[in-house]
Every structure is written in structure tokens, then in C-alpha cells.
């Protein structure tokens, strides 16, 4: 049974790189066919998708947020991480990795707050 946890800086000034690692337990990155994705939802909006890592290392991107965000992976610590550049206050949210297919199984989800 796969499980997500988010963890990371919950407050970050603007301008910088927002840095989150989602780490994996009870299943692999690599597991054939597992896609392993990051999902935010700022304050009073609705989810909103932001990329994806597949089990092979594919990387896919929102349209409106490919030139500032990077999804990687490590594969020795069963980790998928985000890094969102250049971020302003619009970018506040909770921010969730889940592996939607196959499992649709969600992290708990971690709060950053952009803010001077």
C-alpha cells in the first residue's frame, strides 16, 4: 500500500525556489506503470495540476507552469521532489503529491505561504 508524505519549508520569500520532497513508503518509484505527481490548491481556488514524474523518469508539465517548475527524482531514497522558481505570493498554497494513477493514493498535503 502506497504512502505520501509531503515535507519542506512552509514559508518562502519571493523570488526564491520553492524546494518540497514527497517521500514513498510501501511501494516504489520505479513500480512499472506508477505515475507519482504534484498538485497544489491556493486559498479559496480549486486543485490544480502541476506535473508529473513517470516511473520511468518521464517528466510532464502544466502548460502554464512548465518554465518554472522541475520534478525529479531519487531513486536510492524513494523520493520525488518540486522545485517552483521565481515564486510571488499567487503561488501560496497547500501543495499535495499523489501517485493519482494507479493507486490514487494522496500525501497529506503541506502548506507554503509565499511572503516577504
Known amino acids: 500500500q502506497v504512502q505520501l508524505q509531503e515535507s519542506g519549508p512552509g514559508l518562502v520569500k519571493p523570488s526564491q525556489t520553492l524546494s518540497l520532497t514527497c517521500s514513498v513508503s510501501?511501494?516504489?518509484?520505479?513500480?512499472?506503470?506508477?505515475?507519482w505527481s504534484w498538485i497544489r490548491q491556493p486559498p479559496g481556488k480549486g486543485l490544480e495540476w502541476m506535473g508529473v514524474?513517470?516511473?520511468?523518469?518521464?517528466?510532464y508539465y502544466s502548460p502554464s507552469l512548465k518554465s518554472r517548475t522541475s520534478i525529479s527524482r531519487d531513486t536510492s531514497k524513494n523520493q520525488v521532489s518540486l522545485q517552483l522558481s521565481a515564486v510571488t505570493p499567487e503561488d501560496t498554497a497547500v501543495y499535495y503529491c499523489?501517485?493519482?494513477?494507479?493507486?490514487?493514493?494522496w500525501g497529506q498535503g503541506t502548506q507554503v505561504t509565499v511572503s516577504s
Open positions: 499523489a501517485a493519482l494513477i494507479p493507486s490514487g493514493s
Open positions: 510501501g511501494g516504489s518509484i520505479t513500480t512499472t506503470y506508477y505515475a
Open positions: 514524474i513517470g516511473y520511468d523518469g518521464s517528466t
